[in-house]
């Protein structure tokens, strides 16, 4: 069983910077591959972001490639999302998942773990 905490959500305007953190709680953790979703009000969960187990690989949505960057480490078991440049349509609850396999987005189709998630709201 792994858990994931996320936090470093808040309120920001358009333009600035913002950085996630996702905590494991599972030794295990360098095991697993880690990636960032997001869900705005009425909208459907979507794929934001992930990186391989050893931290070399990394996928980006469209919409934030140039301006979101994860990355890991694995010896403080925890995952980070670097936000800059971000928009009014980067808000919402943004959620850490976890999986044995991951990939690019069409691999992340039902993650192992889902974290609770922390808000992000980007004013304009």
């Known amino acids: 069983q792994v858990q994931l905490v996320e936090s470093g959500g808040g309120l920001v305007q358009a333009g600035d910077s913002l950085t996630l953190s996702c905590v494991a709680s599972?030794?295990?953790?360098?095991?697993?591959?880690m990636a960032w979703f997001r869900q705005a009000p009425g909208t459907a969960r979507e794929f934001v972001a992930a990186?391989?187990?050893?931290?070399?690989?990394?996928y980006y949505a469209d919409s934030v490639k140039g301006r979101f960057t994860i990355t890991r480490d694995n010896a403080k078991i925890t995952v980070y999302l670097q936000m800059n440049d971000l928009k009014p349509e980067d808000t919402g609850v943004y959620y850490c998942?976890?999986?044995?396999?991951?990939?690019?987005?069409?691999?992340?189709?039902?993650?192992?773990?889902w974290g609770q998630g922390t808000q992000v709201t980007v004013s304009s």
């Open positions: 998942a976890a999986d044995i396999a991951g990939g690019d987005q069409s691999a992340w189709v039902q993650p192992d773990y």
């Open positions: 599972a030794p295990t953790f360098s095991s697993y591959a």
């Open positions: 990186v391989g187990w050893r931290g070399r690989r990394t």
